[in-house]
């Protein structure tokens, strides 16, 4: 049986706070005047500056192209020698934390929140995504809000991961499912422990 909606008034419910909406506009002017503009393979540190000033926790090394998008950086963890490629859409409406070594690869969709389908107003609820180190996030990739990619996990290129993906899994498709196992055979100089 449908539910009677009463029109002319507006449902939905946009509950930030104007300390987060301040932030934002900030931020978002920051982005465009100072972080977009710079150059691809240079500014390295300039990026990574920018973010820690905002609240971001960077490790030494890690990379962020100046096309990636970080919607709140006091909410960005990553860890060292981490990567977040080019247009890569890093929705932070709750933590993502990047593990060591772990790479999210270009246009890729890390979206920590959505909103409640079961009610009317659809009120915003989001959930943290972990990116375990050596996991890879392929191209065009979307994770969703409370996902854990587990320690050398690989999420194939365009893959929709809703669940969890347990260390050192290969997942691909919409829903993503599991489509093999990662096995090291050279290390490459980097530590790694593979249970």
Excluded at 76 to 96: E, F, N
């Amino acid at each position: 049986m449908p539910i009677p909606i009463e029109t002319g008034k507006r449902v939905y419910v946009d509950s930030m706070s104007r300390s987060v909406r301040a932030r934002r506009l900030l931020w978002s002017l920051v982005y465009l005047l100072l972080f977009r503009p710079t150059p691809r393979f240079a500014c390295e540190g300039w990026r990574r500056w920018l973010l820690r000033s905002f609240g971001a926790k960077i490790g030494h090394g890690s990379r962020i192209a100046p096309s990636c998008f970080v919607w709140a950086p006091w909410n960005l963890s990553m860890g060292i020698y981490a990567c977040l490629g080019d247009g890569v859409d890093c929705y932070t409406q709750s933590r993502v934390e990047l593990g060591d070594y772990s790479t999210v690869s270009q246009r890729s969709f890390l979206c920590t929140a959505s909103h409640d389908i079961r009610q009317l107003s659809r009120p915003l609820i989001s959930s943290p995504i972990t990116i375990a180190p050596h996991a890879w996030v392929c191209a065009e990739a979307f994770i969703g809000p409370g996902v854990e990619i587990g320690e050398g996990a690989i999420v194939a290129a365009r893959g929709v991961v809703i669940r969890s993906v347990a260390p050192w899994k290969i997942v691909g498709g919409n829903p993503a499912r599991e489509i093999g196992e990662r096995r090291i055979t050279d290390a490459g100089g980097v530590g790694h422990e593979q249970a």
